[in-house]
């Protein structure tokens, strides 16, 4: 453990007071997570997040909770998941070098044993006394002794070195699941979705297959927000996303893009197919009273646009995903609370 010295403590304190102090001024909730955003902007240790925050203050937009979760979201939780892996990763260093060691030192002793029973055979043959033979035994015993501590501490060093590697192995499997997975909706986050859309390009041009993206966009949400607060709003989105996740199947896959914007890809899905799932989704949505849980009123209810692209031989992610949003926005201009498709651009198969 390192100690910090007068000057380094004298500004850890002023640097927390600044985040408190700022927390309380901008009218947040002291959330850990809040906390620590706010530690990095004022000890500058994220440049990114010190431009981002100068950016939004400049800009005269509100800094609120849901503000400082996104922030947090995309600037820290990976460093902290960064930090568990290199932790691990060290972890497993030093249970391999311990078990290195003392495989060596089994080696060591087990030829020495050998040697020691090699010798005894051939002390055997010559004993002329009880007392000869009591001391070769004598000294076969010690050896053997001595071999039995190694294999014993040998096997307490594996039983211990098991223990560790499954530890980390759950620990990791943890921080892989946090690092695909958006902390507010429970739903893959941009990332995983990244992969995702990937490897479905790849399958699809390697065996001529169709799969189809949607994106999904919350109407007004903006203005919802700005009417009932953001822990309502962020209710509104787990809402969303809680109402997507049950109402898809098999390897369809649902991811929150960012934002009020969520995406679902649909796997050997044609277009007309994704048009009848985006609005089997729409009024799923459109079916759900948003509720005040302080005090059980109903607010009202929500609706998505929604924009379909079938995949036609896109190179990449980015030109698929730009059709899909190209027809989200059809969606909005035409009124919202419904589906518009991409033209499909397949070019037509050969006779």
Request: hydrophobic share 35%; net charge negative; proline share 3%.
């Amino acid at each position: 453990m390192s100690f910090l010295n007068n000057k380094e403590r004298e500004n850890t304190l002023l640097v927390s007071q600044k985040a408190l102090d700022r927390i309380a001024k901008e009218g947040l909730l002291p959330l850990p997570d809040t906390y620590e955003l706010w530690f990095a902007y004022y000890s500058r240790s994220t440049p990114e997040i010190v431009r981002m925050i100068d950016g939004i203050t400049e800009s005269g937009q509100e800094i609120t909770e849901y503000v400082c979760a996104e922030l947090y979201r995309r600037f820290l939780s990976d460093l902290r998941n960064e930090e568990a892996v290199r932790t691990a990763g060290e972890q497993v260093q030093g249970a391999i070098q311990s078990v290195s060691g003392m495989v060596q030192g089994v080696q060591s002793a087990t030829r020495d044993y050998g040697d020691t029973l090699n010798k005894a055979n051939d002390k055997i043959g010559a004993i002329k006394s009880p007392k000869e033979l009591q001391e070769i035994l004598k000294v076969v015993s010690s050896s053997t002794k001595n071999m039995m501590d190694h294999s014993n501490q040998l096997e307490e060093i594996l039983r211990q070195s098991n223990q560790i590697m499954e530890d980390m192995r759950r620990d990791l499997d943890h921080v892989r699941r946090e690092a695909m997975t958006d902390g507010l909706t429970g739903l893959a986050n941009r990332k995983c979705f990244d992969s995702e859309i990937d490897q479905a390009l790849q399958e699809s041009a390697e065996k001529n297959k169709s799969f189809t993206l949607l994106m999904l966009d919350i109407d007004y949400f903006k203005a919802f927000n700005d009417n009932f607060g953001h822990q309502v709003g962020d209710q509104v989105l787990r809402l969303v996303a809680r109402t997507l996740k049950d109402s898809i199947k098999g390897r369809d896959f649902a991811a929150r893009y960012g934002g009020e914007e969520f995406a679902i890809i649909l796997p050997d899905t044609d277009l007309a197919g994704a048009i009848v799932v985006g609005n089997a989704l729409r009024k799923a949505v459109a079916s759900k009273d948003v509720i005040n849980r302080s005090t059980g009123k109903i607010l009202g209810r929500i609706t998505l646009s929604v924009g379909v692209a079938e995949y036609t031989g896109e190179k990449s992610p980015e030109d698929l995903i730009e059709r899909a949003d190209s027809a989200l926005y059809t969606a909005k201009h035409n009124g919202r609370n419904q589906v518009a498709a991409a033209p499909n651009n397949r070019p037509p198969s050969k006779p």
